[in-house]
């Protein structure tokens, strides 16, 4: 990917470039690159296509550029063919047809459309969570909570499932992780929550900044 024709309008984040969000589907290989946007190959890595189109980039001068976007976090859902939802810098976003045209989803009911993290329902590809913060100069929940807000219908609202408050909490970019059994979140102060039966609960606290929260089957 280095060498794309369009790297030379590649621009490192605020933490540096960034590559990250490398999933695979059938046939498809997506990454994301912060800051550059979201790209796919349909040829096992050999050439990659950006796919930014519907994606805001609001810091440059041209709002909605071929590269350029800052991607936070990508994921391509384990349960239908096509289907990527994303958190970014400029919005939430849902693409059904493998990242050619993506649908903006945080002006209904998110009270922030910036933040890091974005979590899948393996079970239901109608349903993710996400966790709003700030905004880019102010990373930290919104509303004095620890809140997560979810979706059941493929982002067209959301719903406020509050893990602690008050809190002024972060989570960064790899420290959502989920599973058949539920969904969890760590946090820079030191605590783990999981979702489990609809329900979440602190499972570990006092440890160092989550960095990353990977959930994976245990035989």
């Known amino acids: ?66 590269v350029g976007q800052c991607v936070h976090k990508l994921l391509a859902h384990p349960g239908r063919e096509g289907r990527l939802w994303q958190q970014n810098h400029c919005g939430v976003y849902r693409s059904d047809d493998h990242g050619e045209t993506w649908d903006r989803l945080d002006g209904n009911g998110l009270p922030s459309d910036f933040g890091f993290a974005i979590a899948l329902d393996p079970a239901d590809p ?44 972060a989570v960064l970019r790899e420290a959502s992780s989920f599973d058949a059994a539920g969904t969890y979140v760590g946090t820079q102060s030191g605590s783990v929550f999981a979702r489990r039966d609809g329900a979440w609960s602190e499972v570990a606290s006092q440890l160092p900044p989550i960095l990353s929260v990977e959930a994976v089957d245990w035989p």
């Open 126 to 169: 109608d349903a993710a969570f996400v966790v709003p913060e700030v905004s880019g100069e102010q990373h930290f929940t919104c509303d004095g909570r620890l809140g997560l807000y979810r979706t059941d219908d493929g982002g067209a609202s959301w719903t406020l499932e509050t893990l602690a408050e008050p809190a002024w909490a």
């Open 1 to 66: 990917m280095a060498e794309h024709p369009t790297r030379e309008r590649w621009q490192p984040g605020a933490g540096g470039m960034c590559c990250h969000s490398i999933q695979i589907t059938d046939g498809h290989l997506y990454a994301a690159i912060s800051a550059a946007g979201a790209f796919r190959s349909d040829d096992g890595g050999e050439t990659w296509k950006p796919i930014n189109s519907g994606v805001a980039a609001d810091f440059m001068p041209e709002k909605y550029p071929e």
